[in-house]
């Protein structure tokens, strides 16, 4: 399957783009073919074993397409990519770098704009830019509030929801006041994922939207207001602490650690980045028949996550070529389908082709997947700061 637009595959023009010490013009012909051959090491997160088949799968296809090897670094937090960077910089390694391309969002990709950590901007001058849905998705160039100024490129959309066994738990609780009275009446019956984990992380900011004066201020970097503004999201945390799983002692590892608890039975409720993960769960055996997605009735979090090239890197080619295949029909329905991963598409479905359009209709979307009318209002990622102070207050808290 084709993965660019014939008219953009023709000529692909992109002007005074950093390049080494430099800048120079080239086309995607010149891309591609500095692009074959490389090796491209990419930084991402591992926790999860259907993402990491997906990004197999990918390695397979640039590699069959563009002769591109992709290797998977798999991490457990994404800043361990983000110190690996900022450590060759400070050292003088300034070409020839050991990552490639990270898959990154938030406050980790704040902090390698900020240090001038990045590669680019390329990411709006690859072909399959085009087919992105930035009039409708405008978080594909707001990072947490951060403009991306083309210096990460989009592959996928995330809105935080929540999972339950309707045989278990018919009613789930739909606000985190809510979560709060069945944690009391169920002691041990919820848990989230200790932060830096980034389901445990959002999972703070979404008490932190629910319980502050006013919200709105998280769009703007945390300042002296930080201690008044998050002093109702401790309260709260210090109640539901006692009554998670384990006393508040244990946490859950990752997402996925949380989601074999609620197969196990040991938690009433799962979290989750990806509308489509019970569905994908259910299909590889990893929840019951059962189980159903809902959302909070005030909104949930949502936002894009992206994947970035160091400005050091040694196989920028092949990164771009990487980041453009992610970006294609083919590979976006692919990670849409829960049987492979569940995670909505970038694109806009409508401005594709029909072979294009073709894979999203064909589908499987299962029984527990809400409908796009049914996962409900959607809440802007608060400024990174938020999170940075939010995390290591937490960590001095809660943390073991």
Same mark, same amino acid.
């Given at each position: ?143 947490? #509030? ?55 992380? #959002? ?141 909505? #598409? ?55």
């Amino acid at each position: 399957m084709r993965t660019i637009p014939n008219f953009l595959a023709v000529l692909f023009a992109v002007a005074a783009m950093p390049w080494g010490a430099g800048a120079q013009s080239f086309d995607w012909a010149d891309v591609t073919a500095k692009a074959r051959g490389q090796e491209v090491f990419w930084n991402a997160w591992g926790g999860d074993e259907r993402i990491n088949a997906y990004i197999a799968w990918v390695g397979q296809r640039v590699q069959a397409e563009y002769g591109v090897t992709l290797r998977h670094v798999k991490l457990s937090d994404t800043a361990e990519a983000v110190r690996k960077v900022l450590a060759e910089k400070t050292a003088g390694r300034h070409e020839g770098g050991s990552v490639d391309l990270i898959w990154i969002n938030g406050e980790n990709f704040k902090a390698m704009k900020d240090q001038d950590l990045l590669f680019g901007p390329f990411a709006e001058q690859l072909p399959n830019f085009a087919l992105v849905d930035v009039e409708n998705k405008p978080t594909v160039r707001l990072d947490f #509030t951060v403009p991306t100024d083309g210096l990460e490129a989009p592959w996928g959309m995330a809105k935080l929801n929540f999972i339950h066994d309707s045989a278990m738990l018919a009613d789930p609780p739909r606000s985190m006041a809510a979560i709060l009275a069945h944690a009391k009446a169920h002691p041990g019956r919820v848990a989230y994922p200790a932060p830096p984990d980034f389901i445990g992380s #959002t999972f703070l900011k979404q008490v932190v939207y629910e319980t502050a004066t006013d919200p709105s201020v998280l769009q703007q970097p945390a300042g002296a207001n930080f201690d008044a503004v998050t002093a109702p999201m401790w309260a709260f945390l210090d109640e539901l602490t006692p009554h998670l799983w384990r006393g508040g002692k244990v946490w859950p590892k990752n997402g996925p650690a949380l989601i074999r608890l609620l197969d196990d039975g040991e938690v009433d409720i799962a979290i989750s980045f990806y509308p489509a993960e019970a569905s994908s769960a259910i299909a590889a055996g990893l929840l019951p028949e059962t189980a159903r997605s809902f959302v909070l009735a005030a909104g949930t979090i949502g936002n894009t996550h992206f994947v970035a090239i160091p400005y050091n890197a040694k196989a920028p080619e092949g990164a771009m070529v990487v980041a453009n295949f992610l970006m294609s029909p083919e590979a976006q329905a692919r990670k849409e389908n829960p049987e492979v991963w569940g995670d909505n #598409t970038v694109l806009a479905v409508d401005r594709i082709d029909a072979a294009g359009r073709k894979l999203f209709a064909d589908l499987p979307r299962g029984a527990a997947t809400l409908p796009p009318e049914a996962l409900g209002r959607t809440l802007p990622e608060p400024h990174p700061s938020w999170m940075t102070r939010i995390e290591e207050a937490w960590l001095a808290r809660y943390g073991s």
